[in-house]
């Protein structure tokens, strides 16, 4: 059974930095695609950051210069490093997985989610 638990979210100033950790279980990270996603009161889903299976990497553009995504094999961790963070950066942030190795900013081709970890930055 596929497990994501995400971790690291909290309260920030703006241009603060913040690092969330996604715990991975029954799932192998190198061999299929993996992102994070956010979501705010009354607004749709985003798609973050994505990761592939060889580590290439692709990010929204509201995020991109600010955000890293990386994984660690070993660990079986997803990690999103948000650096300069801005108000409205604050949204539930999830992670998820493919069962296919691509990467995608689109959550409809993801197979299985966290919980989500909250992430507050304020003015």
């Known amino acids: 059974q596929v497990q994501l638990v995400e971790s690291g979210g909290g309260s920030v100033q703006a241009g603060g930095s913040l690092r969330l950790s996604c715990a991975a279980s029954?799932?192998?990270?190198?061999?299929?695609?993996m992102g994070w996603f956010r979501q705010a009161p009354g607004k749709e889903r985003e798609g973050v950051a994505t990761?592939?299976?060889?580590?290439?990497?692709d990010y929204a553009d509201s995020v991109t210069g600010r955000f890293t995504i990386s994984k660690d094999v070993a660990k079986n961790t997803l990690y999103l490093q948000m650096n300069s963070l801005k108000p409205e950066d604050t949204a539930m942030y999830f992670c998820?997985?493919?069962?296919?190795?691509?990467?995608?900013?689109?959550?409809?081709?993801?197979?299985?989610w966290g919980q989500g970890t909250q992430v507050t930055v304020s003015s």
């Open positions: 029954g799932y192998t990270s190198d061999r299929y695609g």
């Open positions: 990761i592939n299976d060889v580590g290439s990497t």
């Open positions: 998820a997985a493919r069962s296919y190795p691509g990467m995608s900013l689109n959550g409809d081709r993801y197979k299985y």
